[in-house]
């Protein structure tokens, strides 16, 4: 038999465990609409990166190449170069290149559109072996047609469009995403310290000022440094490519080697792209199994050695990337942007990477003795330190200063009539009768 105090507990236990309940159902809910909020503003980021496509891809592309041809525009300003020169002969330099990469494509490409008849007839040929299989299917769905009381129905298809004016169409916004991406690479290499000191003047402690400052000189240092080697090694992979071609008697092995060059920047993608390639290469121009199969496996062979050996060795384990997290970076990155995003996915990994390594550090890092480069970059760091500590001495200067004009414009109250002190008569001192002495008798 419950008692009367037990009868007393039971509706205040039952009343705690209801505010309980309660608190707890209004802290999941609180959680809930912040990943709700956290959600809706990645589906805007993403929505807006896709219709501002035509902007931020030249942008975003220039930004990544201006941070791999940073130490060059450094190099020419300490030879006495200003910067915005260097900038110029950078961006100069980069429309050679492209220039003659257009110019090693144009040729190879020009004979292989002559030779597209022949080719399509080489594919004719190669594929007459499986045309009687195909025709048996054919007949045989016809057969299940009749039967089942179904005539094949004739479709009319107009098709009212053509390459020329698909090109003609495409040209203006290609032409225009150029001139936006050589514009914003220029202006980039021309005011990078000045961005630098604008963002450290903004940081409202030293300690991130300091973080930012490293922030700034590790991605500059790891994207410059990956990119780099990466050119080396793609132009290795074309000239490994070019002579493979080359000695199996593949027609262009110029052509080949370029394209691997280039397609190489994009990793597992563009390796992809390349052995299909060379398969269908093989398969129009070669006869015999093992002929077809042949530049197909020497590129793999050829892959495997600069995936596996020849990129560790000069990337190290500093930039190496979880393989799962770079394959989800250049599919997104393809999605929003097509061509231009898959370059720029491994670069953006490497820049999350800094930001995040700095933010939240995971371990010490143990003090070591300065290379040549490193000393320049802490020198670097420093002049931007104080440039920023200068700008913030001034702001406070200029504030204490207005502070004294608002004082000195302030009126000066008046001060209090004192009343003269009237001197008091110093009492004689008195005096006390000589030990020994006896006192004096009238």
């Avoid at 225009?176 to 604008?198: G, P």
């Amino acid at each position: 038999m419950p008692t009367a105090a037990t009868s007393a507990r039971t509706p205040s236990r039952l009343i705690t465990t209801r505010e309980m309940t309660t608190s707890q159902f209004e802290k999941v809910l609180s959680n809930c609409s912040r990943v709700a909020m956290v959600l809706v503003g990645l589906v805007v980021g993403v929505a807006t990166l896709q219709l501002a496509q035509v902007i931020l891809a030249p942008v975003f592309l220039a930004i990544v190449v201006g941070l791999m041809v940073g130490p060059l525009a450094d190099w020419l300003e300490r030879r006495g170069i200003v910067p915005a020169l260097s900038a110029a002969l950078v961006v100069l330099l980069l429309i050679g290149v492209i220039a003659g990469s257009v110019l090693l494509f144009a040729a190879p490409l020009s004979e292989w559109v002559a030779k597209g008849p022949a080719i399509w007839e080489k594919f004719r040929t190669q594929l007459i072996n499986i045309k009687g299989s195909l025709e048996s299917l054919a007949s045989l769905q016809d057969q299940l047609k009749s039967l089942m009381g179904q005539t094949p129905a004739m479709t009319v298809a107009v098709n009212d469009s053509s390459p020329v004016k698909d090109i003609a169409f495409l040209a203006p916004a290609a032409g225009a995403q150029v001139l936006v991406f050589l514009v914003s690479l220029y202006f980039y290499v021309a005011t990078r310290e000045n961005i630098r000191i604008s963002i450290l003047s903004l940081c409202f402690s030293r300690a991130v000022r300091w973080r930012t400052a490293h922030i700034f000189s590790d991605v500059e240092r790891k994207v410059s440094r990956f990119l780099v080697s990466v050119t080396l090694i793609n132009i290795s992979v074309g000239v490994a490519v070019s002579l493979m071609t080359w000695a199996l008697g593949l027609p262009s092995p110029i052509l080949w080697g370029a394209l691997a060059a280039v397609l190489n920047y994009i990793p597992y993608v563009g390796q992809a792209i390349m052995a299909v390639v060379l398969l269908a290469v093989g398969f129009a121009t070669q006869n015999g199994l093992e002929h077809i199969l042949l530049p197909f496996g020497c590129y793999l062979l050829i892959n495997f050695i600069e995936a596996q050996i020849i990129t560790p060795q000069f990337l190290g384990r500093a930039l190496t990337l979880n393989p799962f997290v770079v394959f989800l970076s250049i599919s997104f990155w393809l999605w929003i942007w097509g061509p231009v995003g898959g370059f720029i996915a491994v670069p953006s990994l490497l820049i999350l990477q800094s930001g995040i390594s700095h933010i939240l550090p995971t371990r010490e890092v143990a003090p070591r003795r300065l290379s040549r480069r490193a000393a320049d970059v802490a020198a670097r760091q420093a002049v931007l330190t104080r440039a920023a500590e200068a700008i913030r001495a001034q702001a406070e200067a200029e504030a204490l200063r207005q502070r004294e004009i608002e004082a000195a414009k302030a009126p000066v109250p008046k001060p209090e009539e004192s009343k003269p002190e009237v001197a008091k008569p110093k009492r004689a001192p008195r005096k006390r009768p000589i030990a020994g002495s006896a006192p004096a008798t009238g």
